[in-house]
């Protein structure tokens, strides 16, 4: 997984991304906007905003950035803000996850929903998350972590080389994923289609924990959708 490879993806996926994802994906957008818990005013960074799929579901008092390292799919999310009239949106920017342009402490919350991925190095992202996430504030992450049903597993290990075509990893290890970020996890929900993906909420420590607790595994485990 490179940038190269991430791009020549997504400007691929751009066309029908909506049709492919949208609908499958639905749940953990709308999940995770209403886990905000943000106040009027409060400062939210969608990092891999993709074609904005995500964006209506913000509170329409908030005030929302989105990023993507993908020119058609900003394109894409642009025209939806456009036409869907979503005032909640201040820009939309074309930049690196792992390299952001932003302030130190410049967001109440990030979230990266269907990122952690794609990005070439999962870690490097979640210290620039870290970095313009407040002190305090959350980061919310959702994504598809590699199973613990044995078949399940062994198919997405077979999957594994085919990444750089598909614009994603099937084998991200959560408890690997947790352990080389340090992040705080405060809650973890299983959600969309069979509870196949995690909602994981994080706090902001000041400094990142070494692993997350075996109750917080477990709930991801048991959690309802």
């Known amino acids: 997984m490179n940038v190269k490879d991430i791009k020549n993806a997504y400007k691929r996926y751009a066309r029908v991304y909506d049709i492919l994802f949208g609908v499958v994906l639905r749940p953990g957008r709308k999940q995770t906007a209403r886990a905000l818990e943000i106040q009027p005013g409060g400062r939210i960074l969608e990092v891999g905003v993709g074609t904005g799929l995500s964006l209506a579901h913000y509170p329409a008092d ?7 390292i993908s020119r058609e799919m900003l394109l894409k999310a642009r025209q939806r803000v456009a036409r869907e009239g979503l005032g909640q949106v201040e820009v939309l ?54 199973s613990r049903n044995p078949v399940l597993r062994f198919t997405e290990q077979l999957l594994s080389p085919l990444s750089r075509l598909a614009g994603f990893r099937t084998d991200l290890d959560l408890e690997h994923f947790l352990r080389v970020t340090g992040l705080e996890v ?3 929900r299983r959600t969309n289609l069979f509870g196949y993906w995690r909602l994981l909420r994080c706090r902001n420590a000041s400094k990142p924990t070494p692993l997350a607790t075996p109750a917080a595994e477990s709930c991801a485990e048991t959690s309802p959708v």
């Open 62 to 68: 908030a005030k929302v950035t989105g990023i993507d």
């Open 93 to 146: 920017l074309e930049m690196d996850a792992e390299n952001m342009r932003f302030a130190s402490a410049s967001f109440d919350r990030v979230v990266a929903m269907y990122v952690v991925s794609v990005v070439p190095n999962p870690a490097r992202l979640i210290t620039e998350m870290r970095r313009v996430c407040r002190p305090a504030g959350e980061i919310f992450i959702v994504n598809h972590f590699r």
């Open 186 to 188: 405060i809650e973890v």
